[in-house]
């Protein structure tokens, strides 16, 4: 079964910039679509970005031209670079298939405040 631990986060102020990490266990990952998620308090879990096996990426309106998703399938490794931070886009930061299948990690929570 696949774990999923998300890492990286942190508190910045806004303009800032920070990378997440997400480990994974498991040879799915490597052929797996993959995508970062986040979840605001009290709001739904919403997709960030996805990248397939072979690096295609996709963004969110919000967040495109501003974060940039990548992997690295040897090490069962995605990353997500995240510049010019604004205060919505505080979350707590998931990652997990497109769409997601796998059991969900505890998340990494990014707090962008003045």
């Known amino acids: 079964q696949v774990q999923l631990v998300e890492s990286g986060g942190g508190l910045l102020q806004p303009g800032g910039s920070l990378k997440l990490s997400c480990a994974a266990s498991?040879?799915?990952?490597?052929?797996?679509?993959m995508a970062w998620y986040r979840q605001a308090l009290g709001k739904q879990r919403e997709l960030v970005a996805q990248?397939?096996?072979?690096?295609?990426?996709n963004y969110a309106d919000s967040v495109k031209g501003r974060f940039t998703i990548s992997r690295d399938n040897a090490k069962n490794m995605m990353y997500l670079q995240m510049n010019s931070l604004k205060p919505e886009d505080t979350a707590v930061y998931y990652c997990?298939?497109?769409?997601?299948?796998?059991?969900w990690g505890q998340g990494t929570q990014v707090t962008v405040s003045s």
């Open positions: 997990n298939r497109a769409p997601p299948l796998f059991p």
């Open positions: 498991g040879n799915i990952f490597r052929v797996a679509t």
């Open positions: 990248i397939t096996s072979g690096g295609n990426t």
